[in-house]
């Protein structure tokens, strides 16, 4: 069993949970929770795609962009005053 609880816990547990909750509305929470955990795992999924997969050549050369350049990509001249 899970967490090392036997048969008889786990169903004390459920009986608990169904006093405190009521009938209807368990099968509400259940599905809550099961949208809470999925959306979860798909975050976390995202997330890890994101790490792994290398920024694409676009991304690149937008976040590299020289401030030795100016917008039209002509080089910027250094004056002094």
Do not use: C, H, Q, Y
């Not at 809550?32 to 920024?55: A, Q």
């Not at 050549?57 to 100016?70: G, L, Q, Y």
């Amino acid at each position: 069993m899970p967490f090392g609880l036997g048969m008889g816990e786990m169903i004390l547990i459920f009986l608990v949970v169904l006093l405190v909750f009521g009938a209807k509305r368990l099968p509400e929470l259940g599905t809550s929770l099961g949208k809470g955990i999925r959306e979860f795992k798909s975050s976390v999924r995202e997330i890890e795609t994101e790490i792994k997969t290398p920024p694409s050549i676009e991304e690149k050369s937008s976040t590299s962009k020289s401030a030795d350049r100016n917008d039209d990509g002509t080089p910027r001249r250094l004056t002094t005053s």
